[in-house]
């Protein structure tokens, strides 16, 4: 049992870097088109960069905030929260964390036990297997959303991989990396199945800001007992690297979340809280629009080369790339594609896709990302 | 199984707030003087401050890092490291962190499997056992640093709560709750001792630059194969809420602590990373020093008000006050200082202490500090 030099077993099956991993460089010796990686290209709006917040407006922001984020910022997430979801939502209610990669983990921590199940809908964000399996549980690959096409389907589809050890389902909508939206009747099939066994629902919300045709629905409007709501302003606000997210949900999960985020991560960096709260508070709603116009003029276009319908939301494609694969499989062609000067990210991260590949439209400014676009889809022409 | 509206039973023994929970406030009306936190009362020091990181002089800075943090940061620790320990190291045996506190639930996830027991030298840190808690592992206190006071005696401690599920052991030094230092001696015949039962040591160096009587002995120095030192900006710069620390180990073990915390947490905040950088650039080399008289001075004056032998490092005394305690026991006593004006520590945090009380002495500004111990002095005294 003690085991220097040897790691824990239930740390082997996680996975590391999950986007890359490949050692080829591009042939013309420039760098290579990053569309592997969900960034964005622009600066934060101003008002809401670092060098915006100073000691002096804000004596102590270097010193420890409150675990759960400072209270005014919670007060603002639980109005603007609760307004987007119809949800009367109170600051207890809300928990700031370092991200939603953190939320998420502090959300297994406190929700699964070792040995448990937990449901993803796939194809999806690819820590979540890995936060999964790091608290000792299994996740359970479900392949939906590029499989079915109604809510009833998708409700079979789940019942089918319940076991008895399930105690949680994750997706996310506006969906990495389809960018397809999760309709409002899907998720209240799929909730009221959630609930009626019993299970948490972990819906992960971080790309709410963009949606470029139809409407976001919120698991948490249609079934706000067992929802534990996950939110990024890193998405919205062109602040992954602030590492500060939240999330909303019923005051007892919420509690439960908290105790283990103290342990496990204390508290989201405090300016990037006060970041945050400046975003929340109208300084970035100009940014966002203009952002949201952008994004989906690139996601249009992208779609377009690449002969797929458009994305609804988020900043994803996920092109099958079947017909242009040789006997060398999903490797050959990302190294190909490599050489030819372009990441991206290979499907079995996001489930049992191994014909498939994930495209970011937005983590490199808009002619780069074209360039890209463009030898991605000469790649895929058979 | 299934479980809504439960929560993990993992979970259920993971405290939250280890530092207060106490609910009366000071007769007074004043804001009560707060010896509870470990954090410091001064802005860090100029150049290492939010506001004097642009995106004019680092464009980018609010996007994601590499998972590890940033090649130059990476470097210059494991320069800084190297030296100071006088074990050569590379950028591959570092990792930048979320803090310590990200750090070391990373170190757990990566090397310590759910049934598994950690043995914790006692007094404590408090978070670690909830850490290793939320992984469903056993933390087990191993009461020491007021009981014993030779390296035999300590390793007999140690031998005597070991067991065939003892997988890793955690100290800390400079000694957060006692102002004690573990001397090289103990050092050296601990990590023998660990070394052959294969035994993974966490050792928690954060307070490595607040030395004030004899010299800090790494225990990477002496025992490098199995050691994972854990680091913090936080208590060396002021500055506790960007959340940003460092790992540093073998070359395998760093690489399943990356893995996991790609999942659980993904990065530390890039701009922190930056400021920790221009911090051991020697932004920040006039500030410690400042920093260190100051706390030095304080901690010898908080030691001699309460009948104490002064600490040798870290920034906290665990005074022992069973002889001020009534039949209330140390609620009654905590609830009588909270009236007084003052916050402490419960020594149950930090292990089977149910007549001890932490105290921090550079949380608040010194006058206010003085304050405090005053109050807190007159309570104790007989």
Redesign the interface.
């Known amino acids: ?5 040897r ?5 082997q099956g ?5 986007y890359s991993g490949l050692k080829k460089k591009p042939a013309s010796g420039k760098p290579p088109v990053p569309l592997h ?1 969900g ?2 290209w622009m ?2 709006a101003e008002g809401c ?7 002096e407006d804000h ?7 409150p ?1 759960p984020g400072y209270p005014q910022l919670r007060d603002r997430i639980a109005e603007v929260h609760g307004e987007r979801t119809g949800i009367e939502t109170e600051r207890g209610q809300v928990v700031v964390t ?2 939603a ?2 939320g998420l ?1 502090a959300v297994v ?8 199940e937990v449901l993803l809908v796939a194809p999806y964000w690819p ?1 979540i ?3 999964v ?4 549980a299994t996740p359970v690959d479900v392949p939906m959303m590029t499989e079915v096409e109604t809510a009833e389907a998708a409700v079979e589809r789940l019942e089918q991989y319940r076991t ?5 389902v994750y997706w996310n909508t506006p969906h990495n990396p389809t960018g397809r939206l999760l309709p409002r009747d899907w998720l209240e099939a799929m909730s009221q199945w ?2 009626k ?4 629902i972990f819906s992960d919300d971080v790309y709410e800001d963009y949606v470029y045709e139809g409407e976001h629905a919120y698991t948490r409007t249609v079934s706000p ?2 929802t534990i709501s996950v939110h990024s302003f890193s998405k919205a606000y ?6 500060c997210g939240y999330l909303a949900g ?1 005051n ?2 919420i ?2 979340v ?3 985020m ?11 809280q006060l970041a945050a709260l400046n975003a929340l508070n109208g300084a970035a709603d100009e940014w966002v629009a203009n952002a949201r116009e952008k994004y989906a003029q690139l996601g249009r276009e992208a779609a377009e080369a690449l002969g797929l319908p458009g994305p609804k939301g988020s900043t994803f494609l996920f092109p099958d790339v079947s017909h242009a694969l040789d006997e060398r499989g999903l490797d050959g062609f990302l190294g190909d594609l490599a050489e030819a000067g372009v990441l991206v990210a290979p499907g079995p991260s996001f489930g049992p896709y191994n014909q498939h590949v994930r495209m970011c439209f937005t983590a490199a400014p808009p002619d780069e990302i074209r360039r890209g676009v463009d030898i991605l889809a000469s790649k895929i022409q058979r």
Chains 1, 2 share one sequence.
Not at 164 to 168: G, L, M, W
Not at 262 to 272: D, E, L, P
Request: proline share 6%.
């Open positions: 049992m003690p085991r220097f030099p790691i824990a077993e239930s740390a996680v996975k590391g870097s999950v990686i960034d964005t600066e934060p960069r670092m060098q915006d917040l100073t000691v004596p102590g922001m270097h010193r420890y905030s675990v370092g991200g990669t953190a983990a921590g406190a929700l699964v036990s070792p040995g448990e820590l297997a890995g936060s399996r790091a608290f000792g008895d050890k399930t105690v949680a959630a609930r066994n019993d299970l948490w007992d067992n062109g602040m992954a690297g602030n590492r019923p007892e999960a509690d439960a908290k105790r283990i103290t342990n496990i991560n204390y508290s989201a960096c405090s300016a990037s």
